[in-house]
């Protein structure tokens, strides 16, 4: 088994390398034998992020990755592995290391999402898809997005951002200290969750400000960071997403997230020119689907009963300040939003914790 990579906290997830199936994307696992995996050497969940503010406010990277446990990935162990690790982990990306504990890349959950799509083996190691030209955090590329614990928050938004519409955009960095120490991976759902940290801490420090109503002091001060922008303002549009319907197969939906260069794709009802949404499909669902070895025959709709009863866990309306945008996507571990109307079934766009980032003021 792969150690822990000097240098980085104790609190990581390792997998041990199982016996190989013969079986790849878009085929059943219905003959795969029962792997073996290692528990967690500690649990990788993430507790609610309290972050400390400096003397002028601020807030940086190192008081959100403090609080987080790393998911470490052994360069020989499978993509089937990589993707359970990831779940039990609760986490979307990885730090991935050789025999000799050094750090060569960063397998995130759109690196799985390629790899199924392309039809890559399930028992494929994480190293030889970090060598080949689709991986999106190789170890070349390492220098150029990581960031020090010291940084702000805008500073991370800011390079989570430049990485938009790139061939390698992963929409995650790889934080070290100032000794060069690594001491986790950065996501944009992280930064969700700091945002809604800071506001409920700041409602605690503000004296008084439950008795008297001023609730809006503790969020005028996190609004300097996200401005007054509206869910409505800071979604992409219907317009531009990929929609299938229940019937196509999973592994078509998950093209169309790769074609369009989307996170997310919405799936409506099979009636031709039907605008009824009925669940939204993201790299978490991949996840899920490349852990069990799914067949990517399997339809949108079935995949989608028992998993989505409801659009309404994630459902905020155009009008809601990105305050309380951070919260949902906190609250419920979700880096997608569906945008609609209270009590209306038309849905307008959807919210991404990305998108989120795209109005911090850096």
Not at 3 to 26: L, Q
Not at 233 to 238: H, V, Y
Not at 320 to 331: E, N, Q, V
Request: hydrophobic letters at 40%.
């Amino acid at each position: 088994m792969a150690g822990v990579p000097s240098g980085v906290p104790a609190a990581a997830a390792v997998a041990e390398k199982p016996a190989t199936p013969s079986t790849t994307p878009g085929t059943s696992r219905a003959q795969t034998p029962q792997r073996q995996t290692s528990p967690a050497l500690e649990p990788c969940g993430e507790p609610p992020v309290e972050p400390r503010c400096g003397s002028e406010g601020g807030m940086c990277v190192g008081d959100i990755t403090a609080s987080k446990g790393i998911v470490v990935c052994p360069a020989k162990a499978s993509l089937t592995d990589a993707a359970d690790l990831l779940i039990q982990g609760d986490r979307s990306a990885a730090i991935v290391v050789d025999e000799a504990d050094k750090t060569i890349g960063v397998l995130t959950e759109n690196d799985l999402l390629l790899a199924y799509v392309e039809g890559v083996h399930w028992e494929c190691t994480v190293e030889l898809w970090l060598h080949g030209k689709e991986a999106r955090l190789p170890e070349d590329l390492l220098p150029q997005l990581t960031v020090r614990t010291s940084a702000s928050l805008g500073e991370a938004a800011r390079m989570m951002r430049e990485q938009r519409g790139g061939h390698h955009a992963c929409h995650h960095l790889l934080v070290k200290d100032e000794s060069d120490n690594i001491q986790g991976v950065l996501s944009a759902l992280d930064v969700a969750r700091a945002l809604s940290g800071l506001s409920s801490e700041l409602l605690e420090m503000v004296p008084g400000v439950h008795e008297h109503g001023q609730e809006h002091m503790a969020n005028d001060l996190v609004s300097e960071l996200v401005g007054d922008a509206t869910a409505e303002e800071a979604m992409k549009p219907r317009g531009i997403l990929p929609v299938c319907p229940m019937r196509v197969r999973l592994v078509d939906a998950f093209q169309e997230m790769v074609t369009m260069r989307q996170n997310c794709v919405l799936i409506v009802d099979n009636a031709a020119n039907s605008r009824r949404v009925r669940g939204i499909i993201t790299p978490r669902d991949l996840l899920r689907a490349f852990a069990e070895h799914m067949s990517g025959d399997t339809s949108a709709g079935r995949y989608l009963r028992g998993m989505q009863a409801s659009l309404e866990p994630r459902t905020i309306a155009p009008t809601a300040s990105l305050i309380d945008a951070a919260a949902l996507m906190s609250g419920n571990a979700l880096h997608h939003l569906v945008v609609r109307e209270p009590g209306c079934e038309e849905v307008t766009g959807v919210l991404s914790s990305l998108d989120l980032l795209s109005f911090m003021q850096v």
